[in-house]
């Protein structure tokens, strides 16, 4: 086995590399991912072991929304399908749970069991560690130029390399390989901001649930300052602009987005510093659903992209794993994946 990266193994260019990621079973009304959930946690530990680290922390989730949402009705009932303790929350209860929160214009919150901070760039260091123990052939700064899904071959500046099949899991770069997605496709540029909360609010942030301050999949979205990270706000809003290739330099206009959208999250959001900005690409499609689908003989796409693929991306690939060794019926991969497929495989 093979895996061509066009700069290094991790790259922190990539959508995967951050401090934290985001893990729930909360889908609300992006139906059908919340029940991939429990397996995808289950995929998760599969790879703690694989690893011998577990680059984890569980916390509650916290939901606020400012204005009326099928959002929580939505999740709550897929929580009570899958067991998942929840409870809705008034507004003062917010307020203990998360008092660097405004409660202003409060409609509807609460609080779910099941989520948690990944830590990504230690997940990808060490994910990359196994794959070479395991002997999976690394070829860093090996940017693919093109490939051929009738044949596996694929082709870089080094030269060819012919293989039984090939998967494109190429992020925010997919278009340059795969032009045709255009248009269902979208690089898509995101700022996050990190933060040092005022001193006053440092024992409530290192107690702090994840957090989504909003309406459906937009809205802030917040992961506490834990285990050397630093807290980080982002904002869910699809910008659809940019490309891969585009410098991770933030802008003025980068950074007042995220803040807007902290500021209406945050009581007291000006006594935070801001100490990093950071630029992110990730590709979304119009209903935020993965496209993993054959694109030939001997190729396969993998955009596990809108914002939502890290927690789900071990489950995802050892689903396309299984189908490409004959494990399962790959014909059910590209619904399954869209999160249309119900839980079981
Ligand atoms: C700001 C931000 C916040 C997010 N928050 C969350 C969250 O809280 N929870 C969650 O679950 N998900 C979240 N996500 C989404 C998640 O991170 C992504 O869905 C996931 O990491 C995508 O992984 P990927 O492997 O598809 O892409 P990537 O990690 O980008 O990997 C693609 C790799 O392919 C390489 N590549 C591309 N083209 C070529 C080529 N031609 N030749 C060689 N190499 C190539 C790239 O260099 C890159 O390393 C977030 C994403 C961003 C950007």
């Not at 990539?14 to 401090?19: F, G, P, Q, V, Y």
């Not at 694989?50 to 569980?58: C, E, I, K, V």
């Not at 694929?154 to 248009?183: I, S």
């Not at 999250?265 to 935070?272: E, L, T, W």
């Amino acid at each position: 086995m093979a895996l061509f990266e066009q700069g290094p193994v991790p790259n922190p260019k990539a959508s995967s590399h951050d401090e934290h990621r985001m893990t729930r079973h909360c889908y609300g009304t992006l139906a059908g991912y919340g029940l991939l959930m429990p397996q995808a946690f289950r995929a998760y530990e599969e790879l703690w072991s694989d690893l011998g680290a577990r680059h984890f922390r569980p916390t509650k989730f916290l939901y606020v929304t400012r204005e009326q949402s099928d959002w929580p009705a939505a999740t709550a009932r897929d929580l009570d399908r899958m067991g998942i303790p929840h409870r809705p929350l008034t507004p003062a209860e917010v307020s203990e749970i998360a008092p660097m929160l405004t409660t202003d214009a409060i409609v509807d919150a609460f609080e779910a069991d099941g989520a948690g901070e990944l830590f990504a760039a230690r997940i990808t260091r060490d994910l990359a560690d196994w794959l070479r123990r395991a002997g999976v052939e690394i070829h860093e700064h090996a940017r693919v130029g093109a490939i051929d899904a009738e044949t596996g071959r694929v082709e870089t500046g080094r030269g060819y390399h012919d293989a039984d099949l090939v998967v494109v899991a190429a992020g925010a770069w997919v278009l340059d390989l795969l032009p045709g997605q255009k248009g269902r496709l979208a690089p898509s540029r995101q700022t996050v901001l990190y933060l040092q909360p005022p001193q006053r609010l440092d024992g409530a942030w290192r107690r702090a649930p994840v957090i989504l301050d909003g309406s459906g999949m937009r809205g802030t979205y917040v992961l506490p300052p834990a285990e050397g990270t630093r807290l980080k706000v982002g904002d869910h809003s699809f910008t659809r602009q940019g490309s891969g290739d585009d410098d991770r330099i933030a802008t003025a206009a980068d950074i007042a987005t995220v803040a807007a959208a902290a500021r209406s999250s945050f009581a007291d959001f000006d006594d935070y510093t801001i100490l990093e900005a950071k630029v992110c690409y990730y590709t979304v499609t119009a209903d935020e659903r993965f496209v993993v689908e054959p694109i030939g003989p001997a190729g396969w796409l993998m955009s596990a992209c809108s914002g939502h693929g890290f927690k789900l991306a071990p489950l995802i690939a050892s689903g396309l794993a299984d189908a490409i060794a004959g494990r399962r019926s790959a014909a059910g991969i590209p619904d399954w994946a869209a999160g249309r497929g119900g839980p079981d495989r």
